[in-house]
């Protein structure tokens, strides 16, 4: 009588793949916690889950500076 058969809607965090509950009473949802929430919202920000590119940091600006019109107005 005590125990009330309520089923939680959960399924596995993301992050660690524990038991997230999905119900209104977890904010973190889909994720288990929200320490597991910013652990993936880390793992975007660090370039994880990026597609990986060739030398992406590294690429020379294309071609000459564009003309500033503003500053030869100004001359
Ligand atoms: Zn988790």
Known sequence: MSEAPRPDPSAPCPTCGGRASLGRGNPARPFCSTRCKWVDLGRWLDGTYRV????????????????DDHAAHLR
């Not at 060739?54 to 500076?65: A, C, I, N, S, V």
């Open 52 to 67: 990986p590119a060739e030398d992406e940091d590294d690429l020379p600006p294309p071609g000459p500076p564009p003309a």
